[in-house]
């Protein structure tokens, strides 16, 4: 687990970004992003998967994982969104597929809608994408996001491997769960945590939830059918906004599908990404 590594770098209008491509150099692309509080790592074993016959990019959205982590950073969804549009042109992707997984969605959404990022296809795992989302718990420390980011380091550790291990229904593999919290447990990490939850603002995706009926490009919608940070019921209700897509509910699974359920959701994908346009 520890040979996971980011090895290129870019420099985008949210800070430094740590990215890197697996698979075929000619195959067809395809690009993950990943949500909160995670990092590519989720990514890890579906990336190597499709990386077969595809040619497999992953990123740390800045604030996350082994991307930049500073004070006054701008890691909200609004910026989240353009700089998978500055990503896009810096890989030169005219139009690659996409898998996005939690407020991943919303920033793949929002880079598709607004930015104008064009994709051949669109799978949106448990995403953050209908309102209301953010449970109490969820905005507890954002709103107060300055006391929180001095708990006593021990304690901030607790909390953070409680919120990330309550995302997996199976239960999470000590070694997993410690790769996640890991990147938030530093000198930098710690107020990085506290600083993408107050960011994270429900007007982001009002801004772009009337717009779903706009899309016109394959969707695949996958849920867990045992999330309980995102109920199935808006797996239904998603899917049902978008003209032809197709929902795929993984049982057993919770909100982090890539963990519970990796080989049903790489499945998944996999008949999306060659089903024909």
């Given at each position: 687990m520890s040979d996971w590594t980011l090895d290129r770098t870019f420099t985008s209008s949210s800070g430094e970004v740590r990215w890197a491509v697996l698979g075929p150099e000619q195959a067809p692309p395809v690009v993950l992003v990943h949500g909160t509080p995670f990092s590519s790592y989720v990514w890890r074993g579906v990336a190597r998967g499709l990386a077969q016959d595809h040619r497999v990019y992953v990123w740390d959205l800045p604030g996350y994982g082994a991307s930049a982590q500073h004070t006054g950073q701008d890691v909200s969804l609004r910026a989240q969104a353009w700089v998978l549009?500055?990503?896009?042109?810096?890989w030169g992707l005219d139009e690659p597929a996409v898998a996005a997984h939690d407020f991943g969605g919303c920033v793949a959404l929002r880079a598709h809608l607004l930015h104008d990022a064009r994709y051949r296809r669109l799978a949106?795992?448990?995403?953050?994408?209908?309102?209301?989302?953010?449970?109490?718990?969820?905005?507890?420390?954002?709103?107060?996001?300055?006391?929180?980011?001095?708990?006593?380091?021990?304690?901030?550790?607790?909390?953070?491997?409680e919120y990330v291990g309550s995302a997996s229904h199976q239960g999470l593999r000590p070694a997993v769960l410690d790769r996640l919290v890991a990147p938030w447990c530093t000198e930098a990490g710690q107020p990085a945590f506290y600083r993408q939850i107050s960011q994270n603002d429900q007007r982001f995706t009002d801004e772009i939830q009337h717009r779903y009926g706009e899309l016109e490009l394959p969707v695949l919608v996958c849920w867990g059918t045992e999330?309980?940070?995102?109920?199935?019921?808006?797996?239904?209700?998603?899917?049902?906004?978008?003209?032809?897509?197709e929902l795929r509910l993984i049982e057993g699974a919770g909100h982090l599908v890539q963990e519970d359920a990796p080989a049903e959701l790489t499945a998944a994908l996999i008949r999306f990404l060659r089903t024909a346009p």
């Open positions: 549009t500055e990503l896009l042109e810096h949106l795992v448990d995403p953050v994408a209908l309102a209301p989302w953010g449970s109490r718990a969820y905005r507890l420390p954002g709103g107060r996001a300055d006391v929180f980011g001095e708990l006593p380091p021990d304690l901030h550790r607790a909390l953070v491997t999330d309980t940070w995102i109920p199935v019921a808006r797996g239904h209700e998603l899917a049902g906004l978008i003209p032809g897509a």
